[in-house]
């Protein structure tokens, strides 16, 4: 099930999801949505709803330290806080001593990361990037529609995994985040 889309434009991340839910050959149009905000975060999940609904109104998004390297941030302090809101959550699977949880994005300071169900964060060199079954479609789509306005190239990209992907249904929700500007600190003369 399920299409995400995130293209990083400037200071700004953008994230579409679908709202299909399916199960085996059924199908459900939700109205909960796929992609949400959760403090300076742009979240969009595939995997499960019920992962979602942690994201979105369980899990505390931990505080940087303005050194910290945000992909360094990403890679330990906020998959430390998914990994325990998810276990927390009853959501996270453990199997021959290997934990698994699911696969969503974030978009985070002008950055666009993917989480996969292993817990590996990983950032797309192209500014771009889908997952769920209709991702390769999505992929597509963005890689053809370069220099176009972002929210269109995102509709686009989510309209082209409906079209070929059986998982995939609008409506759309397309949201967007901006870049929040660095404090800079003056000593008063």
């Known amino acids: 099930?399920?299409?995400?889309?995130?293209?990083?434009?400037?200071?700004?991340?953008?994230m579409g999801g679908d709202s299909a839910g399916v199960n085996?050959?059924?199908?459900?149009?939700r109205a909960d949505t796929k992609v949400f905000r959760n403090g300076d975060c742009l979240i969009g999940f595939t995997s499960s709803f019920r992962m979602g609904?942690?994201?979105h109104y369980r899990l505390e998004i931990p505080s940087r330290d303005g050194d910290t390297d945000l992909f360094r941030y990403m890679v330990v302090d906020f998959v430390d806080a998914v990994r325990n809101c998810l276990k927390d959550g009853g959501y996270a699977h453990r199997s021959n001593d290997v934990e698994t949880g699911g696969t969503f994005m974030v978009g985070l300071e002008g950055r666009l990361f993917t989480v996969q169900s292993d817990y590996q964060v990983g950032e797309a060199v192209r500014g771009y990037?889908?997952?769920g079954c209709g991702s390769d479609y999505a992929l597509g789509s963005l890689a053809s529609t370069a220099g176009q306005p972002?929210?269109?190239?995102v509709l686009k990209?989510?309209?082209?995994?409906e079209l070929?992907?059986?998982?995939v249904r609008a409506p759309f929700t397309v949201q967007s985040i901006l870049?929040?500007?660095?404090?800079?600190?003056?000593e008063a003369a």
């Not at 990209?157 to 995994?161: D, G, H, V």
Request: proline share 4%; hydrophobic share 45%.
């Open 1 to 14: 099930m399920t299409c995400i889309v995130g293209l990083v434009d400037g200071d700004r991340v953008w």
């Open 24 to 29: 085996g050959l059924d199908i459900t149009v």
């Open 53 to 55: 609904q942690l994201l």
């Open 129 to 131: 990037h889908a997952i």
């Open 150 to 153: 972002p929210e269109e190239r």
């Open 157 to 161: 990209a989510l309209e082209c995994a």
């Open 164 to 167: 070929f992907n059986g998982g």
């Open 179 to 186: 870049r929040r500007p660095q404090m800079v600190l003056t």
